[in-house]
């Protein structure tokens, strides 16, 4: 059974970082591009960053570009989102998918197949 798990949310002022992880069993991550994505109240869920197989490909939202940095450990079936210099906006609940094996990162959530459950970021002023 597939089981991807998030964590390192939290409840922070602006200016600062948190370093989200997430971590995955029941498939060889190394094998998965995989993507963040955030939605906050009311509003639909928006793409974030992902990150290829290899990890050599990254993409960002324009909204965090210089900011966050997405990252991977595969020998740790682990990928990590690095989030620098937060801001009130960024305050969503942050979600972890990957795609099925073999496949190239995207920006669009119905192209990916396992998710987690959400990890809370709040950003205060």
């Known amino acids: 059974q597939v089981q991807v798990v998030e964590s390192g949310g939290g409840l922070v002022q602006a200016g600062v970082s948190l370093r989200l992880s997430c971590a995955a069993s029941g498939l060889t991550f190394s094998r998965h591009a995989v993507g963040w994505f955030c939605q906050a109240p009311g509003k639909e869920r928006k793409f974030v960053a992902s990150?290829?197989?290899?990890?050599?490909?990254?993409y960002y939202a324009d909204s965090v570009k210089g900011r966050f940095t997405i990252s991977r450990d595969n020998a740790k079936n682990t990928v990590y989102l690095q989030m620098n210099s937060l801001k009130p906006d960024d305050t969503a609940v942050y979600y972890c998918?990957?795609?099925?094996?073999?496949?190239?990162?995207?920006?669009?959530?119905?192209?990916?197949?396992?998710w987690g459950q959400g990890t809370q970021v709040t950003v205060s002023s």
């Open positions: 990150i290829s197989r290899s990890g050599i490909t990254t």
């Open positions: 998918a990957a795609r099925s094996a073999m496949t190239s990162p995207t920006m669009t959530d119905y192209d990916y197949n396992y």
